[in-house]
């Protein structure tokens, strides 16, 4: 029977006072919204990939190293997209004459070709985030509400860093001006991402909560 990327657990709410060190961690051990909808994606993905790779890819994606873990989360993406746009991968093949074997080899009709799959640097994803950018998240998950959560999306990379006054008010009144009733009526109405956010800039990084 082949094993699952995540456990069948009880899963627990996210702990801002103790977040996840991983991403991996975060996806397998708690829950919150869209979790399950990721876990679920994630598992019909790996459940297409070759069944006699599949132990091999699941030790990578297991792995609290951040960087490792995406790399192997990089490759099952190509595999799916490669696969639905209707090409056949070979997984790790031999090259003669060559000792390394590139992740995939890809054949779509006559045409054929190698694939490695690369990921660049250390700043990936939300879990190997740089200090500036780790600080104002430190800063956020100081809040308190007893009725919300901050979801948040960066993008760039933040290169000074930012004080409370820069980060706080702006997220506090976020939380402080918003009935939950109100927000939920809203979102069941209109989606999870037409829930009230804020924005704050810096140079060329942003986030958004």
């Known amino acids: 029977m082949t094993e699952l990327l995540f456990d069948e657990i009880k899963r627990k709410p996210l702990d801002i006072d103790n977040p996840p060190t991983s991403a991996y961690q975060c996806l397998n051990k708690y829950e919150w919204p869209e979790g399950a909808r990721i876990r679920e994606l994630f598992e019909s993905w790996f459940a297409r990939y070759p069944c006699e790779e599949q132990a091999a890819l699941r030790s990578r994606f297991r792995l609290t190293d951040n960087h490792a873990h995406e790399a192997a989360l990089f490759e099952l993406l190509l595999h799916e997209l ?60 100081k809040l308190r509400s007893p009725h919300f959560y ?55 990084w942003s986030l958004e909560g």
């Open 82 to 141: 490669f696969t639905r746009l209707g090409c056949v991968l070979t997984v790790h093949p031999e090259i003669l004459g060559v000792s390394t074997r590139p992740d995939f080899f890809v054949q779509y009709g006559e045409q054929n070709f190698y694939l490695e799959a690369s990921t660049v640097g250390r700043e990936l994803g939300p879990f190997t985030r740089n200090k500036n950018s780790q600080d104002v998240i430190d800063k956020i998950n």
């Open 150 to 204: 901050i979801g948040i999306h960066m993008e760039g990379e933040l290169l000074k860093t930012l004080g409370r006054k820069d980060v706080v008010p702006v997220f506090q009144k976020l939380l402080d001006d918003h009935d939950p009733d109100n927000v939920q009526q809203l979102i069941d109405a209109e989606g999870q991402y037409a829930a009230p956010s804020r924005r704050i800039e810096c140079g060329t």
